[in-house]
């Protein structure tokens, strides 16, 4: 089956560290830029980091840009996402994703 | 940074009625846009990608237009299950990066 399933969410304090998953299945996963997409409650979509299949080009937005890393490893089909010094802004519903398929999301809330 | 400016934010529409979507982008982006239904809970789901083609499964009546700066969604005949927000997305290969448009909340009229 092709999908993508995220791990990792959960509650943390404002300033903690946080590391998302993402397995992969179903596809050739090293074929695929990947993304993270997070969308707060009751928000939109908002793009969060993208990385190309090799790892050679890496987006991020500003809202994260020095504060999150993505990462991937084509060998174990995952992708990942090093989330630092968060904040209570960064509360949401993580997705990962490539262009026409989603995962089902990893709540990620920051909060004392 | 491309900007995408999506219209209306929400529409009241009934069952049966035609319903049209917008989205600008503050540059040419060729045809790198997709457009992705959300219903409550879910994930998105792709409808049309590359401005124009169909994903596979989705009803016909979902069609996209456009190239260069400005794109549409239509939808032909509104269906009971339609009612759902929609959103257009931009894409880039190198950085690879997205821009979505601000969503488009379609209800019962």
């Known amino acids: 089956e092709v999908q993508l399933v995220e791990s990792g969410g959960g509650l943390v304090q404002p300033g903690r560290s946080l590391r998302l998953s993402c397995a992969a299945s179903?596809?050739?996963?090293?074929?695929?830029?990947m993304h993270w997409v997070r969308q707060a409650p009751g928000k939109g979509l908002e793009w969060v980091s993208g990385?190309?299949?090799?790892?050679?080009?890496?987006g991020y937005a500003d809202s994260v840009k020095g504060r999150f890393t993505i990462s991937r490893d084509n060998a174990k089909n995952s992708l990942y996402l090093q989330m630092n010094s968060l904040r209570a802004e960064d509360t949401a519903l993580y997705y990962c994703a490539k262009e026409g398929l989603w995962g089902q999301g990893t709540l990620v809330t920051v909060s004392s | 940074d491309i900007q995408m400016t999506q219209s209306p934010s929400s529409l009241s529409a009934s069952v049966g009625d035609r319903v049209t979507i917008t989205c600008r982008a503050s540059q040419g982006i060729r045809n790198d846009l997709g457009w992705y239904q959300q219903k409550p809970g879910k994930a998105p789901k792709r409808l049309i990608y590359?401005?124009?083609s169909l994903q596979s499964g989705v009803p016909s009546r979902f069609s996209g237009s456009g190239s260069g700066t400005e794109f549409t969604l239509t939808i032909s005949s509104l269906q009971p299950e339609d009612f759902a927000t929609y959103y257009c997305?931009?894409?880039?290969?190198?950085?690879?990066?997205?821009?979505f448009g601000q969503g488009t909340k379609v209800e019962i009229k």
């Open positions: 179903g596809f050739t996963f090293d074929d695929y830029a």
């Open positions: 990385i190309s299949w090799n790892s050679g080009s890496i």
């Open positions: 590359a401005a124009s």
């Open positions: 997305l931009q894409h880039n290969s190198y950085p690879p990066t997205w821009t």
